[in-house]
């Protein structure tokens, strides 16, 4: 495998027994590996999801109350919110790839760890998770703020989304097009 990964002729690759090798690695080691952590995103997606239905769809969080303006006596509405426990949820979610993530850069080391790209992405999405929770904890899930950072955390879940779609030989090439 050293002697084959050092070459730079490419043709090597097609040969069937050499095919086979990396399929019989990859379903030995690689796949269970990848697919705890395709797991648990997974895992994770569903708690975002049962938290947007249950806080945004359901509005189980806010209360609306009508009122007369006593300046000009006209019925208005009110939003009237509680404190938002739901959003410890999400932190929970994120525990895992938090530690995996971190795992991983002690193993490479802070710079050669950064120097990827999709380590960055990474980063980011758990930055990003974290200042959600918090921003939804401190503020309303209905402030500005708190709306843009799970717009950014939704879309980079999408993308890992397709990231881990790609450990599946059989949606690869649509992960690809995509």
Same mark, same amino acid.
């Given at each position: 495998?050293? %002697?084959?990964?050092?070459?730079? @002729?490419? @043709? ?8 086979? #090798?990396?399929?019989?690695?990859? /379903?030995?080691?690689?796949?269970? !590996? !990848?697919?705890?952590?395709? +797991? +648990? !995103? +997974? ?8 938290? $947007? ?5 359901? /509005? ?21 919110? @509680? ?7 999400? #932190? ?8 995996? @993530?971190?795992? $991983? ?5 802070? *710079? ?14 758990? $930055?990003? &998770?974290?200042?959600?929770? %918090?921003? !939804?904890?401190? =503020?309303?899930?209905?402030? %500005? *703020?708190?709306?843009?950072? +799970?717009?950014? $955390? ?9 990231? *881990?779609?790609? %450990?599946? &030989?059989?949606? &690869?090439?649509?992960?690809? =097009?995509?």
């Amino acid at each position: 495998m050293r %002697i084959i990964s050092q070459s730079d @002729e490419l @043709e090597i690759f097609n040969t069937l027994a050499l095919r086979d #090798l990396i399929d019989f690695k990859w /379903n030995q080691f690689g796949m269970r !590996h !990848h697919l705890v952590g395709c +797991m +648990m !995103h +997974m895992c994770q997606i569903g708690i975002l999801i049962f938290y $947007v239905i249950f806080i945004y769809i359901n /509005n189980r969080l806010c209360t609306s109350s009508e009122y007369t303006d006593s300046t000009t006596g006209e019925i208005k509405y009110r939003m009237d919110c @509680e404190d938002n426990p739901y959003a410890i949820i999400l #932190l929970g979610g994120i525990i895992y790839p938090l530690i995996y @993530e971190l795992l $991983v850069m002690i193993k490479k080391g802070f *710079f050669n760890y950064i120097g990827d790209l999709s380590n960055i992405i990474d980063v980011l999405y758990i $930055v990003g &998770s974290i200042a959600m929770s %918090i921003s !939804h904890l401190l =503020m309303t899930p209905f402030d %500005i *703020f708190s709306k843009i950072i +799970m717009i950014f $955390v939704i879309m980079l879940s999408i993308t890992r989304t397709f990231k *881990f779609m790609r %450990i599946f &030989s059989d949606f &690869s090439p649509i992960v690809t =097009m995509l």
